[in-house]
């Protein structure tokens, strides 16, 4: 059925009135259809079916983590053991060393001691050899008294007789300690071979202990990583499942949980805590952009994970070439400011940063942005033929100039600009936050850090929401100037009272599905 051409205007501007926010549901008309429900369907189950195989798996890791922990202890246990047996073996071996020593100084004082009585005998001997060579008739009829001779003589040969009888005593006493300490011997003997048989099991032990830690590292490194796994699955299942209710709701509604945290006047808990029980919220994400060329806050948070100012830019500019170009104009003219020197005076002016970004550390980014506002400035004064104007409606300059990190940017990408296809400085439109979504050309819509294949999905991978900006998604907009004049000074502001009953979403959503509908003029 038509409607009348004054009610076609009035759901036309009610629509408009919120279309800042209600670009949320043209992309999710876009995106949420590009597969059908079954396909979703499918790879739900899917999901669901890897999830549980990995689930069998971590119990089978568990069980063999047990398992190794298990014989890690036993084998523990046996080091410990063998341990215990070395340290009695080394007391053993210094008990048997201390004998030795002992049994080696008593026969070499007993040797001594024999040597000695040795040296005494055969003093004597010879002295009763000397003495024997006289025949008994010639000591018989020997002149004088011979009373002390024979004496002398009876006494050397009993003499000689005990100190015989005391070596052999001692002979015998130095066979038993050379027995003594050849048995002292035999038992270092035993007790090097245990200490050597043992040290050789304790090495295989620990070897053995080794390998056991090995792959017990490797097996709770596999449930580490199966258990990740299955987190993955278990936000992937409930991502599916989300993304099934959008679906089969319309693509209407996206889940509250996947929006970022805040509590001010455009956030969600501004929302819940103030809204009446059944009302409407409709966020846009983004805020009020064109969603072409780079995202600043993007551009930030790549940057912060390690990506260079050129990884930024072949992102962001999809097919376009960084060359450096030594026929850029010299001088521009900047309305309301003049003509002045190109490199050393408007790029340094350019105001389109966070100030507190001029460090250092954010140095890609700034030399993306450098890039970005310098392919801009040629392509949109055609390389100095025209004049280019100092606010948003072309890039903001100001006088007050940046130093620092900015300045060092601007000076080593001097001359670097960006190129189209067929060589022309392109121009590089960009706006602070794009809410994850790009309208430009590249491989993909999505400005995420992990494609999960649907817009809904990828919200909290967003590298706008990642950076932290308030403004990756906010409510919708109370704009008196609706044409965004330039220069009219009026901006974007958020209602306090965000909300829409049951009756006036309908009206809005209703409105919307008639305008977009083919058979709906462009008017």
């Not at 201390?98 to 003093?123: G, M, N």
């Not at 050849?182 to 048989?197: S, T, V, W």
């Not at 439109?429 to 794009?434: D, G, K, L, R």
Request: aromatic share 10%.
């Amino acid at each position: 059925m038509n409607l009348k051409n004054s009610q076609k205007s009035v759901l036309f501007l009610s629509f408009l009135l919120l279309f800042c926010s209600l670009l949320l549901f043209s992309d999710l008309r876009v995106n949420l259809f590009s597969n059908s429900l079954s396909e979703y369907e499918s790879q739900l189950e899917e999901k669901k079916e890897e999830k549980e195989k990995t689930l069998s798996q971590l119990e089978q890791v568990k069980v063999e983590i047990a398992r190794i922990q298990d014989s890690g202890y036993s084998l523990d246990q046996q080091i410990i053991l063998i341990d215990a047996e070395l340290k009695r073996v080394e007391v053993e071996m210094e008990r048997v060393e201390e004998d030795l020593k002992e049994r080696e100084e008593d026969i070499s004082l007993k040797e001594e001691d024999l040597s000695e009585k040795q040296e005494y005998v055969e003093e004597i001997s010879g002295k009763l050899y000397k003495n024997s060579r006289y025949s008994f008739l010639e000591i018989l009829f020997r002149q004088g008294n011979d009373d002390g001779f024979l004496q002398t003589l009876i006494f050397s040969r009993f003499v000689i007789a005990s100190q015989i009888s005391y070596m052999k005593e001692v002979i015998e006493e130095i066979r038993e300690l050379q027995e003594e300490r050849d048995d002292l011997e035999k038992q270092k003997e035993i007790f090097e071979k245990d200490q050597g048989e043992f040290e050789e099991s304790k090495g295989l032990l620990a070897a053995e202990r080794t390998r056991v830690q090995g792959l017990l590292n490797e097996r709770v490194a596999t449930r580490g990583a199966l258990t990740r796994r299955i987190g993955g699955l278990e936000r992937d299942i409930s991502e599916l499942q989300k993304f099934l209710l959008l679906m089969r709701s319309g693509g209407t509604v996206v889940n509250a949980d996947s929006l970022g945290t805040g509590d001010g006047v455009g956030s969600l808990s501004y929302f819940r805590n103030n809204a009446p029980a059944d009302s409407f919220a409709v966020f846009s994400f983004g805020a009020y952009t064109h969603r072409n060329g780079m995202s600043q806050w993007g551009a930030k948070a790549r940057a912060d994970a390690g990506q260079n100012y050129e990884q930024i830019l072949d992102f962001y500019y999809y097919g376009a070439k960084i060359d450096k170009r030594d026929n850029l104009m010299e001088e521009i003219d900047v309305d309301g400011f003049g003509r002045m020197d190109f490199e050393e005076h408007y790029l340094l002016g350019i105001r389109e940063i966070n100030g507190v970004w001029n460090t250092e550390s954010n140095l890609d980014v700034l030399k993306a942005q450098v890039i970005a506002a310098r392919s801009y400035a040629v392509a949109r004064t055609n390389n100095g033929q025209s004049s280019i104007c100092a606010t948003q409606s072309c890039q903001v300059y100001s006088n007050n100039h940046y130093g620092g990190a900015w300045a060092r940017a601007v000076e080593e990408t001097r001359g670097i600009v960006l190129l189209d296809a067929n060589d022309n400085v392109l121009s590089t439109q960009y706006a602070a936050v794009h809410g994850g979504w790009l309208d430009g050309p590249g491989p993909g819509k999505y400005d995420v850090r992990q494609n999960k294949g649907s817009w809904s999905a990828n919200i909290a991978e967003a590298w706008d929401n990642i950076s932290g900006v308030s403004w990756f998604y906010r409510n919708w907009y109370d704009r008196v100037d609706r044409n965004h004049r330039p220069g009219s000074g009026v901006t974007c502001s958020t209602h306090p009272n965000a909300w829409l009953t049951n009756a006036e979403m309908a009206d809005l959503v209703n409105a919307y599905l008639y305008w977009s509908h083919d058979s709906v003029t462009s008017d």
